[in-house]
T-cell receptor, first 114, second 110 residues
Framework: DTGVSQDPRHKITKRGQNVTFRCDPISEHNRLYWYRQTLGQGPEFLTYFQNEAQLEKSRLLSDRFSAERPKGSFSTLEIQRTEQGDSAMYLC????????????FGPGTRLTVT | DAKTTQPTSMDCAEGRAANLPCNHSTISGNEYVYWYRQIHSQGPQYIIHGLKNNETNEMASLIITEDRKSSTLILPHATLRDTAVYYCIVRAPGTYKYIFGTGTRLKVLA
């Protein structure tokens, strides 16, 4: 399968712990997005990378959230000092510049903060 | 702020056309309308996009009103596998931020 992959698929953590999620986009895709989705809601934009540069970050993203995309390949999303309100599905998507209208989504990482 | 408004849910009989409306009255002149769908427990999947003209592909048709304030996604012959949440999406002007909204839960009935 050469689609977008995310790891882990599920994560349960205690409040106050740090967590890190990984996204591997489709190999030739230079654009990468992170979204958060809570139950019954649509995905909510978190951040956008073009190659290794983080070009956009949602105001909703507190300073506890950080994302990186070293060398413009895989990306990581870290949440520090997790809170119960961080419980959600974290989705990664990638696209190719010439067809940027079509984002390919991964299966997501479901985070539960207890 | 850019936003979309869709009915919460709709039912459609199998084999009939499903028409899913979306209001995007705040869309700016050069921004596209995108439609994605999300089947339970999967990531969203691209369906179609458009700017001004009506569009059709192998999955669906997209009808955009002349004033661009609303659009309708048409699944011409709905099947049970089309049961999903359908999102009408716009991008906030001058940004890379895609606004999904809450979507329409389409249930195709046998």
């Amino acid at each position: 399968d050469t689609g977008v992959s995310q790891d882990p698929r599920h994560k349960i953590t205690k409040r106050g712990q740090n967590v890190t999620f990984r996204c591997d986009p489709i190999s030739e895709h230079n654009r990468l997005y992170w979204y958060r989705q809570t139950l019954g809601q649509g995905p909510e934009f978190l951040t956008y990378f073009q190659n290794e540069a983080q070009l956009e970050k949602s105001r909703l993203l507190s300073d506890r959230f950080s994302a990186e995309r070293p060398k413009g390949s895989f990306s990581t999303l870290e949440i520090q000092r997790t809170e119960q309100g961080d419980s959600a599905m974290y989705l990664c998507a990638s696209s190719f510049r010439e067809s940027s209208y079509e984002q390919y989504f991964g299966p997501g990482t479901r985070l539960t903060v207890t | 702020d850019a936003k979309t408004t869709q009915p919460t849910s709709m039912d459609c009989a199998e084999g009939r056309a499903a028409n899913l409306p979306c209001n995007h009255s705040t869309i700016s002149g050069n921004e596209y309308v995108y439609w994605y769908r999300q089947i339970h427990s999967q990531g969203p999947q691209y369906i179609i996009h458009g700017l001004k003209n009506n569009e059709t592909n192998e999955m669906a048709s997209l009808i955009i009103t002349e004033d661009r304030k609303s659009s309708t996604l048409i699944l011409p012959h709905a099947t049970l596998r089309d049961t999903a949440v359908y999102y009408c999406i716009v991008r906030a002007p001058g940004t890379y931020k895609y606004i999904f909204g809450t979507g329409t839960r389409l249930k195709v009935l046998a």
